[in-house]
């Protein structure tokens, strides 16, 4: 079947299609009910039950699909869509400052092309983008690296990072007051773009200092680096375009992935209290809204059902053994919808 000559009539969505948040989008999809079947190597799947078509995309992409309209929907990094953001403001400021468009032109061109907006936060793919430099070496501060050689994926936002900071030194050598931030074309800091193992620019000679991601810091540690600023922290996130072709079917995708995600991080506790301790059970434990009480068989007691953080859980269940709470349970939700 050609897929291309079906999308018509489809909320096109944008998925990752491979890396950190391929597997963790997927799983999305599924508690979504998002039901399809991608052929071998095929970068386009249709959805059986819904009028929708994924599109598998590098993540570093999707924010320029999604951005531009081509593509109504899309799961990535804030930091890739921060990067896309940078990248579209600096192409159109270089070319205001060529002559080659207008204040205004450069202004609606920005607008255009950096239409993402954010519906939802995912909550995985958490991560920094950081500054890193050789941890025996010379460099401890981010101002030691203006006018050397930076390695990094993140061109757009290392370029705007190094700007700033040239920029601060700039009005500290002259000793004026700090003028609003103003970009040049003009950096003294050379980026270096690297698509993949930044973290062996260092070591190799290829840079004196990189900006990259660290989850865990195992990368960096394993490479010998140190982190000595953070340029942006990052989730990954559901985004749109300015103008969905089907904003019901949006809002329902999201309130589908919402509620996947909350049943994600959130478990149901259960647990029996004599009536006389329910406040201060409540105050340990007050649910997302309120906790369900019933009532038990048994006199002046009752049972108490009620969501808690998964990663909260633990200390809860101390706290409620401690004021007298039993049969204390906790169950995994596999849903919810507020
Ligand atoms: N170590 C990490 N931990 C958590 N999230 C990460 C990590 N590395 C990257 N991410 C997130 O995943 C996104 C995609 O990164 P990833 O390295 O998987 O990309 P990719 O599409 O496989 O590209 P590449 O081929 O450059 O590796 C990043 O923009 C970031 O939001
Ligand atoms: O702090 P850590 O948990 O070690 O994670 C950080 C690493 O993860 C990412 O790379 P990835 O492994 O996705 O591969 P890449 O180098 O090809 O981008 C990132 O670029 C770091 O290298």
Redesign the pocket.
């Known amino acids: 079947m050609d897929l291309v000559n079906h999308l018509e009539g489809r909320l096109l969505f944008a998925v990752?299609?491979?890396?950190?948040?391929?597997q963790a989008a997927l799983n999305l999809l599924e508690g979504a009910d998002i039901q399809f079947r991608r052929e071998n190597r095929l970068d386009i799947a249709l959805v059986k039950n819904l009028p929708i078509a994924l599109i598998f995309l590098?993540?570093?992409d999707i924010p320029t699909f999604v951005g531009e309209g081509q593509v109504d929907l899309g799961i990535?990094?804030?930091?890739?869509v921060q990067e896309h953001d940078a990248g579209v403001r600096a192409l159109f400021r270089a070319r205001r400052f060529s002559g080659e468009i207008t204040p205004e032109e450069e202004s609606e061109r920005i607008f255009k092309g950096s239409g993402c907006e954010t519906v939802l936060d995912l909550g995985f793919?958490?991560?920094k983008l950081q500054v890193q430099v050789p941890e025996k070496g010379s460099y401890t501060s981010p101002k030691d690296l203006i006018g050397k050689n930076i390695g990094t994926?993140f061109v757009h936002l290392a370029q705007k990072y190094f700007a700033n900071l040239e920029l601060e030194e700039d009005t500290a050598k002259e000793g004026t007051d700090v003028p609003p931030v103003k970009f040049t074309s003009k950096l003294r800091t050379k980026i270096i773009e690297l698509?993949?193992s930044v973290e062996a620019a260092c070591a190799l000679g290829v840079a004196d200092g990189i900006v990259d991601?660290?989850?865990?810091g195992e990368?960096m540690k394993a490479a010998g680096l140190k982190p000595i600023d953070t340029v942006t922290e990052?989730?990954?996130i559901l985004i749109k375009s300015r103008k969905p072709s089907n904003l019901d079917l949006v809002d329902l995708i999201a309130a589908r992935i919402r509620g996947v995600i909350t049943a994600q991080q959130y478990v149901l506790c259960q647990y029996n209290v004599e009536r006389s301790e329910l406040l201060a059970a409540t105050k340990i434990a007050p649910g997302k809204r309120a906790p369900t009480v019933t009532s038990l068989e048994e006199d002046g007691w009752v049972a108490v059902s009620v969501m808690v953080e998964k990663k909260k859980i633990a200390p809860i269940m101390d706290e409620l053994s401690k004021i007298g709470a039993t049969d204390i349970l906790v169950l995994d939700i596999a849903n919810t919808r507020s």
């Open positions: 990752p299609k491979k890396g950190r948040l391929n590098p993540a570093a990535t990094g804030w930091d890739q793919g958490g991560c994926s698509s993949g991601l660290v989850e865990s990368t990052s989730t990954a």
